[in-house]
């Protein structure tokens, strides 16, 4: 009864541990996005646009479609275009006031390339490479 009750638990636990890993959608966090910088791929310090009100930054994390993203290999042969850099505030920590002004710190990167359907995700320590659908290369273009 005991091996029986312990193999029950054992399976449980994987059980519970792989479906939570079968996220099918991509979770990158850009929906807590706070503010998005674009710059140029050759001149990464001259920023383009600004999208740092709320209403602007949600349309551009509603129009990445992160869910139709499918990983892939972006060719070592395609030139940058632009670079999207998502900012997102520090979190608060227990015994922090919530008045006080936060810093927004740099949480993510996306680069773009030219007449290319792919983009590379980055992050502090990882890299992605993604093809992006159609109407998303469109809009990340211009």
């Known amino acids: 009864m ?3 009750f312990s193999l029950f638990m054992f399976v449980s ?10 996220n099918s959608d991509h979770d990158l966090g850009i929906e ?13 310090n001259s920023i383009l646009k600004i999208f740092n009100e709320q209403d602007e930054v949600t349309e ?7 869910d139709q993203w499918k990983i ?3 060719s070592p ?10 900012y997102q505030a520090d979190t608060i920590t227990l015994g922090e006031s919530n008045n ?12 773009t390339y030219k007449k290319s ?3 590379t995700f980055r992050t502090n320590h990882l890299s992605f490479d993604f093809k992006i659908p159609k109407d998303v290369e469109e809009y990340l273009s211009n």
């Open 32 to 44: 807590k996005t706070q503010k998005v910088e674009v710059s140029s791929a050759e001149n990464p």
């Open 117 to 119: 359907p792919y983009i």
């Open 77 to 86: 042969n395609l030139d940058a275009n632009k670079v999207y850099k998502l």
């Open 60 to 66: 551009f994390v509603n129009r990445m479609k992160v």
């Open 2 to 4: 005991k091996k029986a």
């Open 100 to 111: 006080r002004e936060r810093k927004l710190n740099q949480t993510a990167e996306i680069v």
């Open 72 to 74: 892939s290999d972006v």
């Open 13 to 22: 636990s994987i059980v519970t541990l792989l479906c939570g890993c079968t």
